[in-house]
């Protein structure tokens, strides 16, 4: 099985920066990807960003283009989000997810396995 778990969400002032992680395990594939979400109450889930972990090609939702990075750490299996110039409509639970699409990395239905989610909360 594969297993991920999120960590880093906390209370930010707008315009500051934090940093999530997602630690992983278990078996991967050669064309794995690794995706960060995020859900609002009231809100469907949505696409913030994803790496193929082999290639490192990273990919952004517009929204969030200029401000987040996501990144990975091979010794690891760990995966980064750096959120930086944060406003109040990027509070939200973010969720990590893995799997291995073959185009489409920013829909939900691409991963198989998903995190818990860490909370996210931006102050004006």
């Known amino acids: 099985q594969v297993q991920l778990v999120e960590s880093g969400g906390g209370l930010v002032q707008a315009g500051g920066s934090l940093r999530l992680s997602c630690a992983t395990s278990?078996?991967?594939?050669?064309?794995?990807?690794m995706g960060w979400f995020r859900q609002a109450p009231g809100k469907e889930r949505e696409f913030v960003a994803a790496?193929?972990?082999?290639?490192?090609?990273?990919f952004y939702a517009e929204s969030v283009k200029g401000r987040f990075t996501i990144s990975r750490d091979n010794a690891k299996n760990t995966v980064y989000l750096q959120m930086n110039k944060l406003k109040p409509e990027d509070r939200a639970v973010y969720y990590c997810?893995?799997?291995?699409?073959?185009?489409?990395?920013?829909?939900?239905?691409?991963?198989?396995?998903w995190g818990q989610g860490t909370q996210v909360t931006v102050s004006s």
């Open positions: 278990g078996r991967t594939f050669s064309n794995y990807a």
């Open positions: 997810a893995a799997g291995y699409p073959s185009q489409h990395v920013a829909v939900v239905a691409a991963y198989d396995y």
């Open positions: 790496i193929r972990w082999s290639a490192g090609s990273t």
